[in-house]
């Protein structure tokens, strides 16, 4: 009897498909093509930055299985997109460009132009940004956060300045620095002298586990000590950052800025404890009604002493903004309790264009 070998099994390799060299999106001046290989879906349809309401249909497919959709004549900038395939929610699986939220991911997309060259990749120096694990003794285990660091060619000797910057309600740290742009918008503003060097620190400003929404969450009520990111900003990023990175430490040196819900975040820290900081930033938002006459009827003593304190208190929104009302209400109450500001409405909304817009505004203002 002989012992025979038995041939080793071929490896097999998937077919080829046409996804395999599939291009999307496609950006050609202000047009926007996407593409999507799947041949058994019945419906795709796009959702994102780019659609108003519901997610937008018209894709149309071919004898291979790809469905094609053009945008034509888009704003320049920079957006968030995903597909709808058969009811199930989708990110691009030929577009590497991402930006996480709270609970998904989606991709990026850009259409540049001469008006957006304030967020583009310029031939500047860059500086970076880094995805930092600090220890949270707020949480337990550590957190993530994003810190963009400006270049070393353009620093100026010494501990650097530091803006806290804070995302909505639903995004995550690392949304202002793919969607928000943020690292290339201090790039160019450092590189003209615009904005003095400083470090950005994005955390995440939703507390572990938790799903409600928005109006009914922690960061929108009208005590700071509610809201858990509070002290874990206190108490775990910001001495952290202090200790590590070289952040300067002392209150005319940093500065609290945030938007929709990090917006309300910013207001209640930094108007508790304004003793922290010197220049505060929010950008459309505001206490909602019965949130704000709370925190006014319990918060007088503290608007008092951050009228004394703050160089700069910075506060936009847009003309067509959720959040108008509930801004313009705020200005009303700081008003009253002597708190100075300077206050813009621009077009548009609750978008991330305005959001950048507004960073690359006060940026320039901050540590003068």
């Given at each position: 009897m002989t012992n025979a070998t038995a041939a080793p099994e071929r490896r097999r390799f998937p077919a080829p498909t046409p996804n395999d060299t599939l291009v999307s999106p496609v950006v050609e001046g202000r047009?926007?093509?996407?593409?999507?290989?799947?041949?058994?879906?019945?419906?795709?349809?796009?959702?994102?930055?780019?659609?108003?309401?519901?997610?937008?249909?018209?894709?149309?497919?071919?004898?291979?299985?790809?469905?094609?959709?053009?945008?034509?004549?888009?704003?320049?900038?920079?957006?968030?997109?995903?597909?709808?395939?058969?009811?199930?929610?989708?990110?691009?699986?030929?577009?590497?460009?991402?930006?996480?939220?709270?609970?998904?991911?989606?991709?990026?997309?850009?259409?540049?132009?001469?008006?957006?060259?304030?967020?583009?990749?310029?031939?500047v120096p860059h500086g970076s940004i880094a995805s930092v694990w600090y220890p949270s003794p707020v949480f337990g285990g550590h957190r993530r956060m994003q810190v963009y660091t400006p270049p070393k060619t353009l620093r100026t000797s010494g501990e650097l300045p530091v803006l806290y910057l804070l995302h909505g309600g639903g995004d995550c740290d690392a949304s202002w620095s793919t969607v928000g742009r943020a690292g290339f918008i201090l790039d160019n503003l450092i590189a003209t002298g615009s904005a003095v060097p400083m470090l950005i620190v994005m955390p995440s400003g939703h507390a572990p586990g938790l799903r409600t929404g928005p109006a009914g969450s922690p960061a929108m009520t009208a005590n700071p000590a509610n809201d858990p990111f509070t002290a874990d900003l206190l108490q775990g990023v910001m001495p952290w950052v202090e200790a590590n990175l070289g952040a300067a430490a002392c209150p005319e040196r940093r500065a609290l800025a945030g938007l929709s819900m990090g917006g309300v975040q910013a207001g209640n820290i930094g108007i508790v404890h304004s003793h922290l900081f010197r220049y505060l930033g929010i950008f459309s938002s505001g206490w909602f009604p019965e949130v704000r006459a709370e925190f006014e009827s319990t918060q007088g003593e503290a608007m008092r002493a951050a009228a004394e304190r703050y160089h700069l208190v910075w506060v936009a929104w847009g003309s067509t903004d959720i959040a108008r009302p509930n801004s313009l209400a705020m200005l009303e109450m700081f008003d009253r309790h002597g708190i100075r500001y300077t206050a813009r409405e621009t077009g548009g909304g609750h978008t991330w264009a305005n959001w950048r817009d507004y960073l690359r505004d006060m940026a320039p203002l901050l540590f003068r």
């Open positions: 047009s926007i093509t996407f593409r999507l290989y799947a041949p058994e879906a019945h419906t795709v349809a796009l959702r994102g930055d780019l659609v108003e309401g519901e997610p937008r249909g018209g894709f149309q497919r071919d004898q291979q299985g790809i469905w094609t959709l053009t945008l034509q004549d888009v704003t320049p900038g920079t957006y968030r997109y995903q597909y709808v395939v058969d009811q199930a929610i989708v990110p691009d699986p030929r577009n590497p460009m991402i930006s996480p939220t709270h609970t998904t991911v989606m991709n990026l997309v850009r259409v540049t132009a001469p008006e957006t060259l304030s967020e583009d990749t310029t031939d």
